[in-house]
């Protein structure tokens, strides 16, 4: 029995791989091959744009290019490009799988850059494993790009392609794999021996690992003051030691003196263990040997060289990190690479040297001292983050690391004498970093990051369509809900069948008209008739009504049998609001609810009221809106800066519908002053902060970036909304129903599977939120 049991679970693990498998091939196929393309930057609409960017008009640059080379820089891409370049010989995990099979983890760290960092990637495979022909490839391609970053190129040949290239290449050139674990890595380390009382030039460490990234990392810690004679390294034979034979040269370098052999041998009495190597060689035995305040950085991927769990209920007082997302202090090299290049280019650094590589670690440590955004908190479900053994480096969502590291890596570059064109105006800098913040759909990551933090159960009213049930699957499987999938059963199952979605306890299937649903119903009518038996609902009429899934599913929420409900998706918007108004109602001092969309735009998040709800709201309903809004944008981690849009600006028109956003400012301004909120403004003042600084410098906004529009009524909002998603293929996430008394959220008519998704997250983070206002007894 237990045998079959076994089997049957290994079955169906195999079927959900192999589902995740054909999901993973979808996505990098469709709705076009890859990951990455090239936009124009450029107008071309016209004979004479065309003429511009080619011939004729390219010959000017071309001639200027031609007297100075340095011209590239003004006259092309080229300060903004980085070639990522790799021969496919040690890729991920992997190994040496060949060029081409090497591209989509190419593009991928292409696209990395591009979100991170804003920085333009061409990725480049090269079919051949000798280093001298991959170094006069590298070379001979070089002109096009400003920096080189080298990927998955196995050693000892990666230490010789990289050592070249920096030295016969004047652009910046970076191994990746060798320097963005070593870079992140002692930044935490700085941190953690700070922490446990000690000083780097005294603690004992063990390297286990003796590959490009091991060597990279230990370099990198006797920079910053580890000595030579305090560590140990080992490799697949053992210790790495002076009396072995045919060291290579970089092993040499690391060779001890001491007489161990093993592992075991080296963690007696150590301060530092660094992995790099591979899963459960280190045993609590060996982690109980080691000093007091032990410091153990596991960065074996996927499974670290000891279980994280174990390690800490082994030692109380140990500091841990790993490679891991789902433990502290992950060492994640996004953390480095894509703000090192950027302040490298933004000085247009000839190389990337060790002055840069330290200044980069010291900026990544500093940052984690600091206190850390409301956003980031909320994105990884924390009620204040603080440098401590369990926040010893920043988060890869924390917004504030492009705005930290380039800075310090370039004035490095500066100071060390790289720089080609140096920065003279440093806020100048950190105003154009800021704005490099746009569209990477990190709200999103937030949102969906926090909402797995803590799953709560999402009632689905349209289960029975194929998309709405896609979207419950990727809920599931991905740890964002526990579904709840109400419609006829038969027909849930066998698209369930269809979509290999395996039927577990975790998923619930509800029919409302089946007859073993029938005392379910008959309860929720009763308490609905109850309820609503004064104002002319009778109890048959209640059992009816219940019957319909949306009237079902609000009362699931309101009961408490649910936590959130998603509908929408194949009805049309007022007959899904009203049950919810019905059954779950407003919340308490709300008089209206209202509606908010999140738009994923290039200059970043935007929200945009009331989207759904309110026909033509007076000023007593705008202020109202917008008040609620911002309580929306605050949930995600954001602070509101609104402002109150119009087709006139400040009293420019005296017509009654400028009046009325004239007067919804006054109530904000009176009632709520500490609010970032002013108008009427037109779209293009309260979008452009140059031109509204220079034309009304007395507004709350002057200076600011607003990140939230008001319109006046429920034509100009909508409109608008659909108008940015349709014309940019901006991602929209919404409508966001503001002001109920519970989580209840309407779909988009046809809405995709990946809007439905994002829907389900902003569901769970409305019960999260709810249900720490009920614990806290904070108004809602």
Known sequence: MFTFVGSLNEIQMSIQNERKRREALVYHAKPKPGKIEVVPTKKYATQRDLALAYSPGVAAPCLEIEKDKNNSYKYTSKGNLVAVISNGTAVLGLGDIGPEASKPVMEGKGLLFKIFADIDVFDIEVDTKNVDEFIQTVKHIAPTFGGINLEDIKAPEAFEIERRLKEELDIPVMHDDQHGTAIISAAALLNAVELAEKKIEDVKIVVSGAGAAAVSCTRLYKAFGAQADNIVMLDSKGVIRKDRENLSAEKDEFATSRKIDTLEEAMQDADVFVGLSIADIVTPDMLLSMAKNPIVF???????????????????????ATGRSDHPNQVNNVLGFPFIFRGALDVRATKINEAMKMAAVRALAELAKENVPEQVNIAYGETKLGFGR?????????????????????????ESGVAKEPIEDWQRYEDELYERMGGDNKITRLLLNRAKLNPKRVVYAEADHLDVLKAAQIGHDEGLCKPILLGRKDVILELMQELEFEKTDAVEIIDPKSDECKDQVNAYAEVFWNARKRNGITLYEAQKLMRERNYYASMMVNEGDADALLSGYSRAYPTVVKPILDLIGMDKGVTRIAATNLMNTTRGPLFISDTSINIEPDSEDLAKIAYMTSRIVKMFGMEPIMAMVSYANFGSSKHDKAKKIKRAVEILHDKMPDLIVDGELQVDFALNRRMLESKFPFSKLAGRKVNTLIFPNLDAANSNYKLIKELNQTDSIGPILMGLKKPAHVLQLGASVEEMVNMTAVAVVDAQEKEKRAHTGIPH
Do not use: G, H, Q, W
């Not at 960065?299 to 082994?314: G, H, Q």
């Not at 800075?407 to 500066?414: S, T």
């Open 390 to 414: 369990e926040y010893i480096i920043p988060k890869p969502f924390d917004s504030r690391l492009l705005t930290k590291i380039p800075p310090a890596v370039a004035k490095a570059a500066m």
């Open 298 to 320: 596991a960065m074996a991927n996927p499974n670290p060289e000891i279980d994280y769990d174990l390690a800490v209920s082994t030692r109380k007082d140990l500091i841990m």
